[in-house]
């Protein structure tokens, strides 16, 4: 018999803003060890909580991108349960009534294997605001654990999905579609690196239609190739468990990624077991429908409506629409690139997927980082539309302009026949500067024509009677004698019309 994989998220994605979620402290990465510790993240006797605006118009503005209900009253409780990390013995958080109720995310499930791409809805139950614990250091500390407070207090936004997800494969999408949707929005940064979003998958199995099997929660995986790797080796030990006659056990359980293995940390406790009840030092929560709709008229288009319009309005395939609604820097380049030319999107498409995609992943740069402007790209791809130049002379323009403006090149320019360091700006410059330009003059291109014909009436004589594929040698000798700057479509149909006799 068969198995079924029954999969849900809770995304903890930490928030934007420059200070803590209760205090001032400040909430920036790399700090030395505790300087960033105030007396409110150190549970010091006498302090008081203030809440932080912002992290609160973070979490509307995430509810409202999801369709999810914001709901006011909304209810700050007392989570508690005693690490070393967390010097007030419990946790600043929200459990019955959260800012962010019920909502919905669209997911683009990819392609594997036999299995076509689909699209999926997965239910969002809830996102609660909570404070950050700190950090528990081990590695430079023999037989001792250092304790790093700075973290304590930063907001986060914890996102619970239902257990909506059949396959790593969907966990994966819905995963990136979220880190997607909370950098989109600007309420967090996402690197995963640092710890801004972090995931915690509960998974279990059953057979199909069955009832719900006992879930295990892998906590803290800080990167989708781990996520597929941990779900991959936890539903099979899932499956090998049961049907060797063993149960499972409900437990929190960590990810080695250098051994590719899933280990039990404690026993899962449930909601029950932290004796939640409502914070005494913070009042309720009133979030008022002004405060929501102004909010809601500062949200840009969303990933799903743009996907939709570059599909409807500009022609594009659903794959160009997601790939360049990948990011927000993308889908913005995509535009400024493409500008008025709604007739270029599809050769703009290419170009940002292709080329400048592949350029950024052999140079380690993101598209924030992008060498050269989207302005530049377009000034280029409006010289191919109009004939300047060809794809190939549109290559050697932009590898010009990419070498010539990369982060490594000091003078921010390059050396041009033999000539001194020079910079260029646009696309015409490079045209000029180079000699690229399309020869486009059918008289021209005749002539070239016509003395290929003439020195090579022995292979003329041989494409007449029969010999197709030598079509492509007289492209070859043509292209040569041009220097490849003759207009391909001109010279074809000249050379086709020149050896037909």
């Known amino acids: 018999m068969t198995w079924e994989i029954v999969i849900g998220l809770e995304v903890h994605a930490q928030l934007s803003t420059n200070s803590k979620i209760?205090?001032?402290?400040?909430?920036?990465?790399?700090?030395?060890?505790?300087?960033?510790?105030?007396?409110?993240?150190?549970?010091?006797?006498?302090?008081?909580?203030?809440?932080?605006r912002g992290a609160v118009e973070r979490a509307i503005k995430?509810?409202?991108?999801?369709?999810?209900?914001?709901?006011?009253?909304?209810?700050?409780?007392?989570?508690?349960?005693?690490?070393?990390?967390?010097?007030?013995?419990?946790?600043?958080?929200?459990?019955?009534?959260?800012?962010?109720?019920?909502?919905?995310?669209?997911?683009?499930?990819?392609?594997?294997?036999?299995?076509?791409?689909?699209?999926?809805?997965?239910?969002?139950?809830?996102?609660?605001?909570?404070?950050?614990?700190?950090?528990?250091?081990?590695?430079?500390?023999?037989?001792?654990?250092?304790?790093?407070?700075?973290?304590?207090?930063?907001?986060?936004?914890?996102?619970v999905s239902e257990p909506d997800m059949r396959s790593a494969a969907e966990a994966i999408a819905y995963a990136k579609t979220l880190h997607t949707l909370v950098r989109w929005i600007g309420i967090c940064d996402g690197n995963m690196q640092e710890g801004s979003f972090r995931c915690d998958v509960n998974v279990s199995v059953r057979r199909p239609g069955g009832e719900l099997g006992t879930r295990r929660e892998i906590k803290n995986l800080n990167s989708f190739k781990f996520m597929q790797q941990a779900i991959d080796y936890e539903v099979q030990w899932q499956i090998d468990t049961l049907e060797n006659g063993g149960k499972i056990q409900q437990a929190t359980i960590l990810f080695n990624p250098d051994t590719g293995e899933t280990r039990a940390m404690r026993s899962k406790e449930d909601a029950h077991d932290y004796r939640y009840?409502?914070?005494?030092?913070?009042?309720?929560?009133?979030?008022?429908?002004?405060?929501?709709?102004?909010?809601?008229?500062?949200?840009?288009?969303?990933?799903?409506?743009?996907?939709?319009?570059?599909v409807g309005e500009l022609g594009l395939s659903a794959?160009?629409?997601?790939?360049?609604?990948?990011?927000?820097?993308?889908?913005?380049?995509?535009?400024?690139?493409?500008?008025?030319?709604k007739s270029q999107a599809k050769i703009c498409a290419n170009w940002i997927i292709g080329e400048v995609s592949a350029q950024l992943n052999r140079d380690g740069l993101d598209m924030a980082q992008c060498p050269i402007t989207a302005q530049q790209l377009g000034g280029m791809l409006k010289r191919i539309a109009d004939g300047t130049i060809s794809n190939s002379g549109a290559k050697e323009v932009f590898r010009t302009m990419w070498e010539t403006q990369k982060p490594h090149v000091p003078t921010g320019g390059i050396t041009v026949g033999g000539s001194a360091i020079v910079q260029f700006i646009s696309a015409d410059e490079i045209i000029e500067a180079k000699g690229l330009k399309q020869v486009s003059d059918a008289g021209a291109i005749e002539k070239i024509v016509d003395e290929i014909i003439a020195a090579n009436a022995d292979k003329v004589a041989e494409y007449r009677s029969g010999k197709d594929k030598l079509f492509g040698f007289f492209v070859g000798l043509a292209m040569k004698a041009s220097k490849g700057q003759a207009n391909p479509a001109q010279m074809n149909e000249i050379l086709k019309r020149k050896l037909a006799g």
């Open 22 to 52: 209760f205090s001032g402290a400040s909430t920036a990465f790399g700090a030395e060890p505790n300087t960033q510790a105030d007396a409110v993240s150190l549970a010091l006797p006498g302090v008081l909580p203030v809440l932080n």
């Open 277 to 310: 009840f409502p914070d005494p030092d913070l009042l309720p929560l009133v979030i008022g429908k002004e405060w929501i709709e102004q909010l809601r008229g500062t949200l840009p288009e969303l990933p799903q409506a743009k996907q939709a319009r570059y």
């Open 319 to 341: 794959y160009d629409a997601s790939i360049l609604t990948a990011s927000r820097e993308m889908a913005d380049f995509f535009e400024a690139a493409l500008g008025d030319a």
């Open 62 to 159: 995430f509810g409202l991108a999801t369709g999810a209900r914001i709901n006011s009253p909304s209810v700050f409780a007392r989570k508690n349960y005693f690490y070393p990390d967390l010097p007030k013995g419990y946790q600043i958080s929200q459990m019955d009534l959260p800012v962010v109720g019920q909502g919905a995310l669209t997911i683009q499930v990819p392609a594997v294997g036999k299995a076509q791409a689909y699209e999926k809805v997965v239910r969002l139950t809830r996102a609660h605001l909570e404070e950050d614990a700190g950090k528990s250091l081990h590695e430079d500390f023999h037989g001792m654990t250092g304790i790093d407070l700075n973290r304590a207090g930063t907001p986060l936004l914890e996102i």
